[in-house]
């Protein structure tokens, strides 16, 4: 069974453990070296649970509970004007991922949005990153932009996506 809650400051190692087991792939993040919990700090502490929400994903592993992913809103752009819209990130563990943890998360923030004011929710996904292009869409979000070659990863190209979702008029 798969629980939510904000993420509190205890929680940061595990975060940063899940974002950094996403590196080394080059699918879901432009980092290119792992990051420490001390350089996240300044990033945990902009997330606030009544305009941007952090959240970790628990579940019971046998040995009690361990988190095994997490989601946040992000401010998009940084103006005033923006501030219904958020940029939606979701990280899995890898013995996590496949299992439907993607769509719990995204219905989770389409849920949650009105409630800290987001109508708009962005997610900006490599284009060779099937798997979260596959879920944003089968969750009826659309394509919106194409940035063409704009990451550079081990000399390699790459396009980002940002696809969108409308929650509420």
């Given at each position: 069974?798969?629980?939510?809650?904000?993420?509190?400051?205890?929680?940061?190692?595990?975060?940063?453990?899940?974002?950094?087991?996403?590196?080394?792939?080059?699918?879901?993040?432009?980092?290119?070296?792992?990051?420490?919990?001390?350089?996240?700090?300044?990033?945990?502490?902009?997330?606030?649970?009544?305009?941007?929400?952090?959240?970790?994903?628990?579940?019971?592993?046998?040995?009690?509970?361990?988190?095994?992913?997490?989601?946040?809103?992000?401010?998009?752009?940084?103006?005033?004007?923006?501030?219904?819209?958020a940029e939606?990130?979701?990280?899995?563990?890898?013995?996590?991922?496949g299992k439907?943890?993607?769509?719990?998360?995204?219905?989770?923030?389409?849920?949650?949005?009105?409630?800290?004011?987001?109508?708009?929710?962005?997610?900006?996904?490599?284009?060779?990153?099937?798997?979260?292009?596959?879920?944003?869409?089968?969750?009826?979000?659309?394509?919106?932009?194409?940035?063409?070659?704009?990451?550079?990863?081990?000399?390699?190209?790459?396009?980002?996506?940002?696809?969108?979702?409308?929650?509420?008029?």
């Open positions: 069974m798969t629980i939510h809650r904000i993420a509190e400051q205890h929680d940061l190692p595990a975060i940063v453990a899940i974002y950094n087991s996403t590196i080394a792939s080059r699918e879901v993040t432009a980092d290119t070296e792992e990051v420490s919990v001390a350089s996240r700090q300044e990033w945990f502490d902009a997330h606030t649970p009544d305009k941007r929400p952090l959240w970790v994903l628990e579940m019971d592993q046998g040995q009690g509970k361990q988190i095994v992913g997490w989601m946040s809103f992000s401010n998009f752009y940084g103006r005033p004007a923006y501030s219904g819209t939606l990130s979701i990280y899995l563990h890898p013995d996590a991922r439907g943890l993607g769509t719990y998360c995204l219905k989770l923030a389409e849920a949650h949005a009105p409630q800290v004011l987001v109508h708009t929710l962005l997610g900006f996904i490599f284009g060779h990153n099937a798997a979260s292009l596959g879920l944003f869409k089968k969750m009826g979000y659309q394509q919106w932009a194409e940035l063409p070659k704009v990451a550079n990863l081990d000399g390699i190209e790459r396009d980002l996506i940002i696809l969108g979702k409308r929650i509420s008029a």
